[in-house]
């Protein structure tokens, strides 16, 4: 194989991973709890808070509970 197929079958590996890991978190519930700031943009707070940015949000916990809504196709 050339370099390329190489490159072009990691990315595609990689693709396979992150759709089977978003497949798989869906049947779970996240709730995070985070202190030290007033959130007006959700999104924006989340990934504050994964991104470990502390001098925003501070990570106090995460609990993660079976999503009893999801139903795999």
Do not use: C
């Not at 370099?3 to 590996?13: A, L, S, W, Y």
């Not at 959700?42 to 009893?68: C, M, Q, W, Y």
Request: proline share 4%.
């Amino acid at each position: 194989m050339t370099e390329i197929h190489n490159v072009e079958r990691e990315r595609e590996m990689q693709r396979n991973i992150t759709a089977e890991r978003a497949a798989e978190a869906r049947s779970y519930i996240f709730l995070i709890f985070s202190t030290d700031g007033e959130i007006e943009n959700p999104h924006e707070a989340l990934s504050s808070i994964l991104d470990g940015d502390e001098n925003r949000f501070k990570l106090e916990k995460v609990t993660v509970l079976r999503n009893p809504a999801y139903r795999p196709f």
